[in-house]
């Protein structure tokens, strides 16, 4: 019988689950695709009837479950940091109390009663342990240091590791109240977005700002040491205590109070953005550079939800001492569940440690056999983890929903795609497993022509309904991203910032040098602009076509015709929803936006052929932004 292990993240935010078979990863994916609640963090029910589906067996079949952290420790640093500050954390104590003694505290009860027919132990790791598991067994390295950082876990922040075979050792840990997940989420609420989910967004608006806040910040509310520690002024920060990141004494050394959310952008959310983005990429540089002088690997392994920072990523690969770096693609917590997974295979079950294209010769029990791994991969499958429909479940689903659709063979599919990109359509792309993580790879795609000068305003205003000064990633063919960036290496996850090419970059236009803030964003700079950031940067996604046919012959169909192996990628969502997962998701947001094309795997739906649904016209006009 295969060993069977059922990996849970929980109760913060981001819930999922994932599966290993004899050490393969089988399965992973987010609750939130599934119940459509953005960062949903209720036990993941759906996520885990999805991986036990997807292997073809049922709960009483695991050999173990295994949850990402310990609650107990995590708990008794609560009371403690509650008790520190009493009585100003009354409030935030009260409101977390009844969670933690109904539901959190019974952990293992409440695993096994959701897992019916499982009668084995429940296994608990540690949060940080469970990050830096995640981001080294997948990991295409034999050795490595590993660096984890995020907000807190029991009491650890960040970590830093060295992984070599099965074995994973955690050497030096930075402890709450102290962390720059935290410091980022700070300044995030500060600048008027929401904690957890608005950090993109901070650092997407860095490069509009100037750094003119960095001194004042080092100066009063933070001292960063030499080995990338971090020491927070806690008369500037209420998280540990109250209901909101910061307080009064942060809004005397910035100027003023927080940013209303929804409220007009201004110069000063521009300057915070890039300050607090300068100072996370000064930190992140620090704490790699002593994670090498302590460790001597000559490659570093990246995890937890500060990894997702790819402008600080980028910098570590271009200015930092190691020669490769590798970053798991569900850095935040959904990572967690797969990192736990792994690490009761390695470590509690004790078995060695092989390479990724020969891990797990394990294959699902039906007709369908698993993709082979390519030699050059990681043990991730493209992050391609998720459930995928076969062409019988979309017909079904369009013949039920009434939908209009035409069935392309596979030999002509991609050129009529690359033929609507070219015609600057918009087209939303279901194909394949669904990805795990928070970037969308091909699979649950919006895609776009990257050399329209509207394409970037037209995908944010009216297709995401998100604020205009967003940028966008380019998927590029691996074989082409050296001629069009300057990284000659693999990203597939999108988790590395690298600037356009000089030679694709265009002469600045007249007058624009003295444009304030977004003004700045119309500006034609490359090429290839709809995926040119206002700095030239751009967040590369690689392609290539072992790990996804249909994807990269897509972008190839669309190089032959226009001379360009780049295209837009963005995430197949509208604003405040999940990545969608179905065919019904990808349909519903289709129609409630101004998306052209719609490719359900060989399926094409034109929006123009489609009958009109009164409500999606009414839900799309709440979400319109001026």
Same mark, same amino acid.
């Given at each position: 019988?295969?060993?069977?292990?059922?990996?849970i993240?929980?109760?913060?935010?981001?819930? %999922? =689950?994932?599966?290993?078979? *004899? #050490?393969?990863?089988?399965? @992973?994916?987010?609750?939130?695709?599934?119940? /459509?609640?953005?960062?949903?963090?209720?036990?993941?029910?759906?996520?885990?009837?999805?991986?036990?589906?997807?292997?073809?067996?049922?709960?009483?079949q695991?050999?173990a479950?295994?949850?990402y952290?310990?609650?107990?420790?995590?708990?008794?640093?609560?009371?403690?940091?509650?008790?520190?500050?009493?009585?100003?954390g009354?409030?935030?104590?009260?409101?977390?109390?009844?969670?933690?003694?109904?539901?959190?505290?019974?952990?293992?009860?409440?695993?096994?009663?959701?897992l019916?027919?499982?009668?084995?132990?429940?296994?608990?790791?540690?949060?940080?342990?469970?990050?830096?598991?995640s981001?080294?067994y997948?990991?295409?390295?034999?050795? %490595? =240091?590993?660096?984890?950082? *995020? #907000?807190?876990?029991?009491? @650890?922040?960040?970590?830093?590791?060295?992984? /070599?075979?099965?074995?994973?050792?955690?050497?030096?840990?930075?402890?709450?109240?102290?962390?720059?997940?935290?410091?980022?989420?700070?300044?995030t609420?500060?600048?008027g977005?929401?904690?957890?989910?608005?950090?993109?967004?901070?650092?997407?608006?860095?490069?509009y700002?100037?750094?003119?806040?960095?001194?004042?910040?080092?100066d009063?509310?933070?001292?960063?040491?030499?080995?990338?520690?971090?020491?927070?002024?806690?008369?500037?920060?209420e998280?540990?205590?109250?209901?909101?990141?910061t307080?009064?004494?942060?809004?005397?050394?910035?100027?003023?109070?927080?940013?209303?959310?929804?409220?007009?952008?201004?110069?000063?959310?521009?300057?915070?953005a890039?300050?607090?983005? *300068?100072?996370?990429?000064?930190?992140?540089?620090?704490?790699?550079?002593?994670?090498?002088?302590?460790?001597?690997?000559?490659?570093?392994?990246?995890?937890?939800?500060?990894?997702l920072?790819?402008?600080?990523?980028?910098?570590?690969?271009?200015?930092?001492?190691?020669?490769?770096?590798?970053?798991?693609?569900?850095?935040?917590?959904?990572?967690?569940?797969?990192?736990?997974a792994?690490?009761?295979?390695?470590?509690?079950?004790?078995?060695p440690?092989?390479?990724?294209?020969?891990?797990?010769?394990?294959?699902?029990?039906?007709?369908?056999?698993?993709?082979?791994?390519?030699?050059?991969?990681?043990?991730?499958?493209?992050s391609?983890?998720?459930?995928?429909?076969?062409?019988?479940?979309?017909?079904?689903?369009?013949t039920?929903?009434?939908?209009?659709?035409?069935?392309?063979?596979?030999?002509?599919?991609?050129?009529?795609v690359a033929?609507?990109?070219?015609?600057e359509?918009v087209?939303?792309?279901?194909?394949?497993?669904?990805?795990?993580?928070p970037?969308?790879?091909?699979?649950?795609?919006?895609?776009?022509?990257?050399?329209?000068?509207?394409?970037?305003?037209?995908?944010?205003?009216?297709?995401?309904?998100?604020?205009?000064?967003?940028?966008?990633?380019?998927?590029v063919?691996?074989?082409?991203?050296?001629?069009?960036?300057?990284?000659?290496?693999?990203?597939?996850?999108?988790?590395?910032?690298?600037?356009?090419?000089?030679?694709?970059?265009?002469?600045?236009?007249?007058?624009?040098?003295?444009?304030?803030?977004?003004?700045?964003?119309?500006?034609?700079?490359?090429?290839?602009?709809a995926?040119?950031?206002?700095?030239?940067?751009a967040?590369?996604?690689?392609?290539?076509?072992?790990?996804?046919?249909?994807?990269?012959?897509?972008?190839?169909?669309?190089?032959?015709?226009?001379?360009?192996?780049?295209?837009?990628?963005?995430?197949?969502?509208?604003?405040g929803?999940?990545?969608?997962?179905?065919?019904?998701?990808?349909?519903?947001?289709?129609?409630?936006?101004?998306?052209?094309?719609?490719?359900?795997e060989?399926f094409?739906?034109?929006?123009?052929?489609?009958?009109?649904?009164?409500?999606?016209?009414?839900?799309?006009?709440?979400?319109?932004?001026?």
């Amino acid at each position: 019988m295969p060993t069977c292990i059922l990996g849970i993240s929980a109760y913060y935010h981001d819930s %999922a =689950a994932c599966l290993v078979v *004899d #050490g393969r990863v089988v399965a @992973a994916a987010q609750e939130e695709r599934f119940t /459509r609640k953005k960062h949903d963090a209720s036990f993941p029910s759906q996520a885990v009837a999805y991986c036990l589906r997807e292997a073809g067996i049922t709960a009483s079949q695991l050999t173990a479950v295994a949850f990402y952290e310990k609650p107990l420790v995590k708990f008794s640093r609560l009371l403690e940091t509650y008790i520190a500050s009493a009585p100003r954390g009354l409030r935030s104590y009260i409101m977390a109390m009844p969670l933690w003694l109904s539901e959190k505290l019974w952990m293992s009860d409440d695993i096994l009663e959701h897992l019916d027919g499982y009668e084995g132990d429940v296994l608990f790791g540690e949060h940080h342990e469970s990050h830096a598991a995640s981001a080294f067994y997948p990991s295409p390295f034999e050795q %490595a =240091a590993v660096v984890t950082m *995020d #907000g807190v876990g029991e009491w @650890a922040t960040s970590s830093i590791g060295v992984g /070599r075979g099965q074995e994973l050792t955690i050497l030096h840990e930075l402890r709450f109240p102290h962390s720059l997940g935290l410091l980022y989420s700070a300044f995030t609420y500060f600048a008027g977005f929401k904690v957890n989910s608005g950090e993109y967004k901070v650092m997407g608006l860095a490069p509009y700002g100037e750094p003119t806040f960095v001194k004042a910040i080092k100066d009063h509310a933070i001292e960063i040491g030499d080995d990338g520690s971090l020491w927070m002024n806690q008369e500037y920060f209420e998280y540990a205590h109250g209901l909101t990141m910061t307080g009064s004494k942060m809004e005397q050394l910035l100027g003023g109070p927080a940013r209303k959310p929804e409220s007009l952008l201004t110069q000063r959310e521009m300057d915070l953005a890039r300050s607090i983005q *300068d100072i996370t990429e000064e930190v992140m540089l620090k704490m790699t550079a002593f994670a090498h002088q302590e460790t001597g690997m000559r490659d570093l392994c990246l995890a937890g939800g500060v990894a997702l920072n790819c402008v600080g990523n980028g910098r570590i690969l271009r200015e930092g001492p190691f020669e490769q770096i590798w970053i798991q693609p569900a850095a935040g917590d959904a990572g967690g569940a797969l990192g736990v997974a792994l690490s009761a295979w390695y470590r509690h079950f004790d078995k060695p440690r092989t390479s990724p294209e020969s891990a797990g010769t394990w294959q699902r029990p039906s007709s369908v056999p698993a993709p082979a791994i390519p030699k050059y991969a990681d043990g991730m499958s493209g992050s391609y983890l998720g459930p995928r429909y076969s062409d019988a479940e979309i017909q079904a689903a369009i013949t039920s929903g009434g939908w209009v659709a035409t069935r392309f063979d596979a030999a002509v599919l991609a050129d009529t795609v690359a033929e609507h990109l070219a015609s600057e359509r918009v087209v939303g792309l279901l194909q394949g497993r669904m990805e795990f993580g928070p970037r969308a790879l091909g699979g649950r795609s919006i895609i776009g022509d990257a050399r329209s000068p509207k394409m970037q305003s037209v995908m944010n205003l009216k297709i995401k309904y998100r604020e205009s000064f967003r940028p966008f990633a380019p998927a590029v063919l691996r074989e082409h991203v050296a001629e069009w960036f300057e990284l000659d290496g693999d990203s597939p996850y999108m988790l590395l910032v690298a600037d356009v090419q000089q030679s694709r970059r265009l002469p600045e236009a007249e007058g624009s040098a003295g444009l304030w803030g977004i003004e700045q964003l119309n500006v034609p700079r490359s090429t290839v602009p709809a995926i040119t950031h206002v700095d030239y940067s751009a967040r590369i996604q690689t392609v290539r076509r072992e790990t996804s046919p249909l994807y990269y012959d897509i972008i190839a169909a669309f190089n032959r015709r226009t001379g360009c192996p780049v295209i837009i990628n963005t995430s197949f969502n509208v604003r405040g929803e999940p990545i969608v997962c179905t065919p019904e998701d990808a349909y519903r947001c289709f129609m409630r936006s101004d998306m052209d094309v719609l490719v359900l795997e060989n399926f094409i739906l034109e929006k123009a052929a489609q009958p009109k649904r009164a409500e999606d016209e009414s839900w799309k006009s709440e979400f319109v932004l001026d």
